[in-house]
């Protein structure tokens, strides 16, 4: 099969990077190696799941290299040139999605928004998911008083409407975002570069930073009562129990033994969450807590053409469609992968490869 051997392949590469690093960790990790083949070989006869991973990729690809495949820049107001550019529709002029209100192509437009909603998505997992996980381990390990202190913290986060607390701290935090941006110009043109926007608009980044400061502090509770409810029942186990008798430290316990062993629903948890960090940081921009022009992205461009639909329909199908189809890949990939690591499941895959 074609893609068990990119599985194979992927594998191959991956082993050899680390052992650049670690000579004898393939020795020392060939059953971990078998295990992650298996699990792919189990993914690729899944089609909703290899659907869903071509649109995932497809996603990531646009966000990293859309920037540079778009034909006009962002902020190219095209319509101060010809005027006839105004909401041109699609393939009218050239413009093969049409252009916007200030005649900027809408092609261009969707390529630079897609980079805008992978790096929202990305920094938002990458920084609130491992919070949450820590605060899980540390609570469910040591039980007693901190368990009790870590999960009073987490239920006043529950306690807010997730959505709720999002508005609410991305209608506050931009002014000062931008105080900070201004007084800091080496961080404000790294975040322009990683947003993929000219340094002279980093400036217009605040409302950006700030939904995903506000995504973090309202994302990491729910892993960390997941986490912590797992870990209740990995900690009592005998794998534990033998790793205290070794003299292992707390923290080498913790993360070297119960957490590879609660990874799995940790995995399919976070895939689920890419679709639905979209969802709602596409929702705060529609709101208008979004990108500010001239920085755009999928909520900000549906919220401009809301005013103007149907009439310029193109401003809300292309972004909507754009949306669905992330928010649909990334749900189908979960749902594969949480048949992947269905035990069952994959017996019945061993039995076949």
Not at 96 to 115: E, F, H, N
């Amino acid at each position: 099969m074609v893609l068990d051997r990119l599985a194979d392949f992927l594998i191959w590469l991956i082993v050899k990077a680390i052992s650049l690093f670690r000579k004898d960790w393939y020795v020392k990790n060939r059953s971990r190696v078998e295990e992650w083949r298996l699990t792919l070989y189990a993914l690729n006869r899944s089609p909703t799941g290899i659907i869903g991973l071509v649109l995932s990729l497809g996603f990531v690809i646009v966000g990293v290299v859309g920037p540079f495949l778009a034909p006009y820049s962002y902020n190219q107001f095209l319509y101060l040139e010809r005027p006839e550019l105004y909401l041109a529709p699609p393939g009218a002029y050239g413009m093969p999605l049409g252009t916007d209100i200030y005649g900027r192509d809408v092609l261009s437009l969707m390529l630079y928004g897609a980079r805008v909603s992978l790096v929202i998505s990305i920094i938002t997992i990458a920084l609130g998911v491992p919070l949450g996980i820590l605060l899980g381990l540390v609570a469910g390990y040591y039980g007693g008083k901190v368990d009790e202190a870590v999960m009073r913290i987490t239920d006043i986060f529950l306690a807010f409407p997730a959505l709720v607390l999002a508005l609410a701290l991305a209608a506050t935090l931009p002014g000062r975002i931008r105080e900070f941006l201004i007084s800091e110009p080496t961080f404000a043109s790294f975040m322009a570069a990683v947003f993929g926007v000219s340094q002279e608009d980093s400036i217009h980044l605040a409302p950006l930073i700030s939904i995903f400061l506000a995504l973090i502090i309202v994302w990491w509770p729910t892993y960390a009562r997941v986490v912590r409810g797992m870990v209740l029942v990995e900690r009592e186990k005998t794998y534990v129990e033998a790793a205290k008798a070794l003299g292992y430290s707390s923290w080498r316990i913790m993360t070297r033994h119960i957490l590879p062993n609660v990874m799995s629903p940790i995995v399919v948890l976070v895939t689920f969450d890419f679709a639905t960090v979209n969802l709602l940081a596409a929702g705060l921009s529609f709101l208008g807590l979004g990108a500010q022009p001239p920085i755009v992205d999928w909520g900000s461009l549906i919220n401009m053409g809301g005013s103007r639909f149907p009439t310029a329909w193109w401003l809300v199908f292309f972004p909507g469609v754009a949306i669905f189809l992330t928010a649909l890949g990334w749900n189908l990939l979960g749902d594969a992968l949480r048949d992947v690591f269905d035990p069952k499941f994959r017996r019945r895959i061993e039995f076949r490869v």
